[in-house]
């Protein structure tokens, strides 16, 4: 029943912007610890961004945490990823991901998420 469904990856040059989007259900929603993940190709999928929608803990790659931001909307029950200065290193397929349980803060670790969108894709051209 956890539906998690992701939007806004596209070819971006370097330096670009994008901003990716996770829409879930309200119960999905609620009180959820939510992550992005990207699986760059030949390399596994590694946490980037995640956020605890309740107290809204945050947590960042330090790859990323000076360019991206995530977000919440609490009205439309998504969360999003401001990704700015990409870079070709940023390349992938971007995951959504909701907790396998309650956790009560935000978390890079994979093994605490359950559920999974289908992905949406990122590439950064030089």
């Known amino acids: 029943q956890v539906h998690l469904v992701e939007s806004g990856g596209g070819s971006v040059q370097a330096g670009g912007s994008l901003r990716l989007s996770c829409k879930t259900s309200a119960d999905t929603y609620r009180r959820n610890t939510i992550g992005w993940f990207r699986q760059a190709p030949g390399q596994k999928r590694v946490g980037v961004a995640a956020i605890y929608t309740l107290g809204g803990y945050k947590d960042y790659a330090r790859s990323v945490e000076d360019r991206f931001t995530i977000s919440q909307d609490d009205n439309e029950n998504a969360v999003y990823l401001q990704m700015n200065m990409l870079k070709p290193e940023d390349t992938g397929m971007y995951y959504c991901?909701?907790?396998?349980?309650?956790?009560?803060?935000?978390?890079?670790?994979?093994?605490?998420?359950?559920?999974w969108g289908q992905g949406t894709q990122v590439t950064v051209s030089s």
């Open positions: 991901a909701s907790h396998r349980r309650w956790l009560g803060y935000a978390t890079l670790s994979e093994a605490d998420y359950g559920y």
